[in-house]
């Protein structure tokens, strides 16, 4: 993962992130420094969630639900339809999930 910029965006700063030929733009912040900051921020974030798998990610998406005090049933029903959206990507790591990819997904 690489960290470009600070770029000038309006009346701030924003980073970009490149890995594996994705760019994503970071946040616009109001300093150089603090863009910098977020990009370094954004790309922990980014390699952690690289090593996320989509049954981790449902996993922390239902601890989530049930902090909020959603009801069992609920949880269980979104975890069924989770599962069957992205059948045979459950072991795959989050990160290869492109839009493309899900939208392929949604469409089968």
């Known amino acids: 993962m690489r960290i470009e910029g600070p770029y000038r965006h309006g009346d701030g700063w924003r980073c970009r992130l490149e890995s594996e030929g994705c760019r994503k733009w970071c946040i ?20 952690r969630n690289g090593s996320l798998t ?15 005090g959603n009801r ?21 790591a989050l990160a290869a999930l492109t839009p493309s990819r899900c939208a392929g997904l949604y469409e089968r």
């Open 28 to 47: 616009v912040r109001p300093s150089p420094e603090e863009a910098t900051e977020a990009g370094e921020l954004a790309a922990k974030e980014a390699q």
């Open 54 to 68: 989509v049954l981790d990610a449902i996993a922390l998406y239902e601890e989530r639900q049930r902090d909020k």
């Open 72 to 92: 069992s049933e609920s949880m269980r029903q979104w975890r069924v339809a989770l599962l069957r959206f992205f059948e045979g990507f459950e072991d795959r």
